[in-house]
Each structure stands twice: as C-alpha cells, then as structure tokens.
C-alpha cells in the first residue's frame, strides 16, 4: 500500500522508520514525550525490529490484539 512515504531502504526496521518519523514532526514538548514514550514501551519492543518492507496486516493484528489484552479497562 503506497500511502506516500518514501522508505528509502529495504532494511529499514518499523524501530527505525518510527525513531525518523518523530524526528520530522515538529509537536509540542509534552506531545513529543507522550509519543515518544507511546514508541519506546508499547511499538518498538513488539515491532521495531520487523523489517518494514516485511510487516504483515496480521503482525498488526496480533499486537492490537496483544495491547487489548494488555490494556484492557478495569
């Protein structure tokens, strides 16, 4: 699915492409933390080492899946 970004190598991680694009969004400083952490404890230890060009639909899945299971309300 070509949803306009350019992936400059087929050895780019999801960690990789994740770390790049928060670098280029200029958010406030409180926002950029929250993002940053969202990265750092919930997608990059269960995707960031996928190689980009190789993530599945169904690798996606499982981790929303997993997350639901993980934060569910109580």
């Known amino acids: 699915v070509n949803l306009g970004v350019a992936v400059s190598s087929d050895k ?34 269960h995707l960031g080492a996928v190689r980009l060009v190789e993530l599945t639909t169904q690798q996606v899945r499982n981790w929303v899946a997993l997350l639901e299971k993980t934060y569910q309300p109580r």
């Open 12 to 45: 780019l991680t999801v960690g990789e492409y994740l770390a790049g694009w928060l670098s280029t969004h200029d958010v406030g400083g409180s926002t950029h933390y929250q993002y940053q952490s969202i990265l750092r404890c919930r997608i990059v230890p």
